[in-house]
């Protein structure tokens, strides 16, 4: 039967389109079953036509129940759907993909595959190069910033600087009128380059910086009869001048009375002038030392240690705690939130803090900070990073380790202190170095929890600037010393520097699961060393041996 014929049959019969679609549906769930009625009635050979016939039938009603109801003919739906038989050119029927239109296709194929993977290697190369693009321009920035430190500070980085007080020694001096310069008096000296003598007065003033690196008016020369050896200070007692004295302030009288002032401010060339004019000196200042950082890094590396001393054991317990002993639940996870809020506010609410906090408690006798109060503040800063870095430690150690421990019948604390934290110190150090860098180059805290003061000999109960607050110090005003704070930021490097170093040393030799070398250039020079020994040693008996 033709299956036109027998649609025809049905719609002549007056059935509805809903039954015409449940006879037809009948009638392919039949054919499908290998009916022997139904195959015959529809002239049905082998299984592939049955199936064929019945997905074509069954196709369009199961994709759309209501397509016949929507307007589309009965004939319609039943256009046969192709097969993949009919597509491959296996079989015969109304369907025909020819070759030609297969090799169209799978070119098609080839170049949609061919654009794709040019699409996601442009993608990729565009990533990476924007992704090198940025890195270079970090690195950049940060070599530009290095090489701008170094290039300022470098002049004034020196031991002196280093090792220094901040504070200069100032003695006011004068003279006796019986004791003037002989206006007739005339000394001879060879000035050197931005040097200046006075003829009268026996002394070279110099054009120099101090240590910080900020201008100076030095005494580089001082004659052995000079008046100037016949200053006295407050207590009317001879004082000595040296070579390489600063002047501030030089108050005297010329031979016809009048007032001479000579200061800094007039140069090297200017004071020499003034000074083959004065008869006296009737008051002055003059300064040794000074401007150096030896205060401030006694109290950056008291502020190191106090910090470490109190974050250190709260921050590995916390840690220990959270990963070993807290069961999960919300009040593990809010602290764990906690935490992680912690790390973001800003350090100048941590001062405030420390300053209404901290200051009462370390400081009795005073409302003014010392270096006490400023640790307390930063170990509250960096607690946070010790924590997040001692728990990911200990989480990184395998389980299989505090099993092995338990199963040998040691009990939780055991493990803990045996196998967990010796395994976890590369992770402990790691954090221990990022809180240190933090305490190096924190000020804003410090500022209010400490203070701003710059003492030569601070002590933990005693205030004192790091060397963050001291270029901060030195940045203020109008006339920033930028050779000064570049130097000590120089010194700060260098100490980051070299804990990292030794931060780095130790985090290898504790670490048990780094890969060991089987053989250093040390064990191959040493076995070289003895295979020849042992060579030279055998050449040496073998004469003994023939003989």
Partial sequence: ????????????????????????????????????????????????????????????????????????????????????????????????????????????????????????????????????????????????????????????????????????????????????????????????????????????????????????????????????????????????????????????????????????????????????????????????????????????????????????????????YLSIYAKPGRLTRTIKSMIDMISGIPSIIFGLAGAIIFIPIFNWTGSTGNLMSGAATLACMVLPTILKSTEEAIHAIPRSLSSASLALGASQTQTVFKVILPNSVPGILTGTLLAIGRIIGESAALVFATGSTILDNPTPTSGGATLAVYIWRVMQGENPNYAAASAAAMLILIVVLALNIIVKIIAVKFDRFRPQKTSTWVTRAAAAVKSRLHLAKGEAQTPEVQG
């Fill in 1 to 320: 039967m033709d299956r036109r014929a027998y649609l025809a049959s049905l719609k002549e019969a007056g059935l509805a389109p809903r039954q015409i679609r449940a006879k037809l549906r009948k009638e392919a769930r039949r054919v499908a079953a290998m009916d022997l009625d139904a195959l015959a009635r529809w002239r049905i050979d082998d299984a592939f036509q049955a199936k064929d016939f019945a997905r074509a039938i069954r196709a369009p009603f199961s994709k759309d129940e209501n397509r016949i109801l929507l307007g589309a003919s009965v004939e319609q739906a039943l256009i046969p759907v192709p097969s993949l038989d009919e597509v491959t050119d296996t079989r015969e029927g109304d369907f025909v993909y020819t070759a030609q239109e297969k090799v169209a296709s799978i070119e098609n194929i080839n170049a949609k595959r061919a654009r794709r993977f040019l699409a996601r290697k442009v993608a990729d190369v565009g990533r990476n190069s924007m992704t090198l693009i940025l890195s270079c321009i970090t690195l950049l920035i940060l070599i530009g910033i290095v090489i701008y430190t170094f290039s300022t500070g470098w002049h004034t980085f020196s031991w002196d600087f280093i090792t220094g007080d901040y504070h200069q020694e100032t003695s006011a001096i004068h003279m006796d009128a019986a004791e003037a310069a002989d206006p007739d008096a005339e000394f001879s000296y060879d000035p050197g380059e931005n040097e200046f003598f006075s003829t009268r007065w026996g002394i070279a003033f110099l054009d120099t910086t101090k240590t910080d690196g900020s201008y100076d008016l030095q005494i580089s020369y001082i004659a052995p009869d000079s008046p100037l050896k016949r200053v006295k200070n407050l207590e009317n007692q001879y004082v000595q001048v040296l070579e390489g004295t600063s002047v501030s302030t030089l108050i005297g009288y010329d031979d016809e009375g009048s007032l001479v002032v000579v200061s800094s401010s007039n140069g090297a060339e200017g004071a020499a002038n003034l000074f083959d004019r004065i008869s006296y000196i009737f008051s002055g200042f003059l300064q040794t030392g000074g401007f150096g950082i030896r205060g401030p890094l006694i109290a950056t590396l008291w502020m190191i240690l106090l910090a470490l001393i109190i974050a250190l054991p709260l921050g590995i317990g916390g840690a220990i």
